[in-house]
């Protein structure tokens, strides 16, 4: 009886770990997805993908605290902000840059990083602060296991966001003009398509989902200047696991890593702070058993 | 009248001069074939039209400089280009590659009729539409270039060596169809072509390239007779 009880205990245990997962998974999941949205159209990683987060999260902080707009307001208002913000950059920044090797483009994006990372730390300064969060951190039961609404919602709105990028390449006319693009540039010039613009609204599109994670990931955490640094990490874990370049990989290999962490952080003794430690293992796992990822396509050399 | 003209058109790959000044002309209406050795600069001349090969001298399209241009703004203006190796976006589907030759216009009904037209010309194609484009094989892909050009609606049509790879007797059906899309649909045509016989039985008119300038010209009943031109320069 008694070990009947410790067994049913621990099946909720597991469960309850696996919706935390989830949630967190769902922040990791956004990132990465917009870290292949840019790897898929120029073939490099943008290392300031998370700082552009975190600069725009601080845009919301602003918008909520010292403006007291209500949060729904702000919420899209700041997406909508760092889509223009994220064209902004690569039509002054990376435009300049855009044929130039891969190399380059990398110190470029590392560039960014320390400019959008001085940017928040001076204009906001470096001390935490606590950032409001839409969903109660009360739980709910479902079957005897706990939920927070807080990670219900985390789990909502990553879909929803993951859902929506979805249907706009796979149904509308921009997206499919931008999955042409990005794959073959020189074709699509030759159908009238403005090629630069569509990397700009691509880099518009990775800065809005990133916003949505820095978002969601504030409330959880505390704002500073270097929120989002380890969400990128483990985001760049998810990319590779679920190959670089493809959107549905980032989502699952954003939400394998998020289980992952949680189970192995709760169930392990001692790795809750070895977690990076083990988000870099499986990246060389992946790398060496499968350098594609999951989802992704082995190296094909255009012929 | 010239829907297209080029004058004394140079153009180069780094150091290399690959066209030293040609001079042309493609009327309203008509198909004209350019014909020519490898190498010969009949591609860089499509090329250079369609901006994708910076050039000295100017050439003109409806009366105006295009010459300069970027590729993107030259499509705008009404010239497809199928280029060497079809252009054809691999990984879409048969119908996202039709919808990409559409992509810039906003007339929802002319594109359904002309997707019906396309299907017209290719019976094959309704039938495959969810299919990657790379799934198709070398002749299909060069209809779906072709279908894929007409989907913009152009006043002129740009192929590259359309015979390239392919079956004899697809390669007629594509000749025939080209035939039938100048006729039909009144779009004007510049091929490039090595399979000199072929092109020359749909030329109104012809050109044959000699190692970047223009060797002859001649309606291409006069080229397709002339002995010492069909010697020297046609190879047959």
């Known amino acids: 009886m008694a070990t009947d009880l410790f067994l049913v205990a621990s099946v909720q245990g597991v469960i309850q770990q696996v919706v935390f997962g989830l949630a967190t998974g769902g922040l990791y999941a956004s990132l990465a997805l917009a870290l292949v949205l840019i790897y898929r159209a120029m073939e490099t990683l943008n290392f300031a993908q998370g700082e552009m987060a975190t600069f725009t999260t601080f845009i919301a902080f602003s918008l909520l605290v010292y403006l007291h707009l209500p949060y729904w307001l702000v919420f899209p208002a700041t997406v909508v902000i760092a889509v223009l913000g994220g064209i902004a950059v690569e039509r002054v920044i990376i435009r300049p840059v855009e044929r130039a090797p891969v190399i380059t483009l990398v110190l470029v994006t590392l560039g960014l990083f320390a400019i959008f990372n001085g940017l928040s730390g001076l204009i906001w300064g470096y001390v935490v602060r606590p950032f409001p969060s839409p969903f109660p951190t009360t739980p709910v039961f479902i079957g005897g296991v706990g939920i927070s609404y807080q990670d219900l919602g985390l789990i909502g709105v990553s879909t929803a966001v993951l859902v929506l990028i979805w249907l706009f390449f796979a149904r509308t006319k921009v997206g499919l003009m931008m999955r042409s693009a990005a794959l073959y540039p020189e074709s699509s010039r030759l159908l009238g398509v403005r090629v630069g613009w569509m990397l700009a609204l691509g880099w518009g599109l990775a800065a809005g989902v990133g916003a949505v994670s820095g978002m969601l990931v504030a409330p959880i955490t505390v704002l500073d200047p270097n929120l989002m640094q380890s969400v990128l990490l483990y985001a760049f874990v998810a990319a590779v696991l679920g190959g670089i370049d493809s959107p549905v990989g980032a989502v699952v290999g954003g939400l394998v890593v998020g289980v992952l962490l949680a189970l192995v952080g709760t169930y392990i003794p001692n790795v809750q702070d070895l977690r990076l430690v083990f988000g870099f293992l499986v990246i060389i796992v992946v790398l060496i058993v499968k350098p594609g990822g999951l989802f992704g396509r082995e190296h094909v050399e255009r012929v | ?236």
């Open chain 2, 1 to 236: 009248m010239a829907l297209l003209e080029l004058e004394n058109v140079v153009a180069s790959y780094g150091a290399i001069e690959v066209l030293h000044g040609i001079s042309l002309a493609v009327d309203q209406g008509s198909v004209v074939a350019m014909l020519g050795a490898n190498g010969a600069g009949k591609t860089t001349t499509l090329r250079a039209i369609s901006g994708r090969v910076k050039v000295y001298g100017v050439i003109r399209f409806d009366g105006r400089v295009i010459s300069g241009l970027a590729a993107e703004d030259v499509a705008r203006r009404g010239i497809a280009h199928v280029p060497e190796g079809r252009g054809t976006l691999a990984q879409l589907t048969v119908l996202e590659n039709l919808q990409m030759g559409a992509c810039l216009r906003r007339d929802g009904a002319g594109v359904k009729k002309d997707l019906d037209r396309v299907y017209e010309y290719f019976p094959w194609m309704p039938g495959r539409l969810s299919q990657p484009a790379a799934l198709l094989s070398g002749g299909e892909q060069q209809m779906l270039a072709i279908a894929r050009a007409l989907m913009m609606r152009p006043r002129l049509l740009l192929l590259d060596e359309p015979s390239l790879g392919l079956a004899p007797t697809v390669l007629r059906s594509i000749f025939q169809i080209i035939g039938k899309i100048n006729e039909e649909e009144g779009v004007t045509i510049l091929l490039v072509e090595q399979n000199a016989k072929t092109a020359l039985r749909v030329a109104d008119r012809a050109y044959v390239l000699e190692v970047g300038e223009i060797a002859v010209s001649g309606s291409g009943a006069d080229l397709a007779q002339n002995e010492s031109v069909r010697r020297s320069y046609l190879g047959y």
